[in-house]
């Protein structure tokens, strides 16, 4: 069974997980933090998360989830180097 987050402020969300790496984590957030000063994608959706009343937060939490999952399916696509590497 999922526990609440937090100290009572759950806002229905669930702690899946208590472990992870934190230099994993670490270096999202960086990635975070940059991408919402430079990438224009990425300011534009704050802009609008922000319009729609999510703190910064929960902004770059949303963030994070969406750039692991990006990252996830860049390490699991076999790249054409490997193929190349493969085959010779």
Do not use: F
């Given at each position: 069974m999922p526990r609440p987050r937090g100290s009572g402020n759950t806002n229905g969300r669930h702690r899946l997980n208590r472990g992870g790496n934190r230099?994993?984590?670490?270096?999202?957030?960086?990635?975070i933090i940059v991408r919402m000063r430079w990438h224009p994608p990425t300011i534009a959706?704050?802009?609008r998360r922000t319009a729609a009343g999510l703190?910064?937060?929960?902004?770059?939490r949303c963030l994070k989830r969406f750039l692991a999952?990006?990252?996830?399916?860049?390490?699991?696509?076999?790249?054409?180097?490997t193929e190349l590497a493969s085959a010779a």
């Open positions: 230099q994993a984590n670490a270096a999202l957030y960086r990635a959706y704050v802009e703190s910064k937060k929960e902004i770059i999952r990006e990252i996830y399916r860049l390490l699991a696509e076999p790249s054409s180097s």
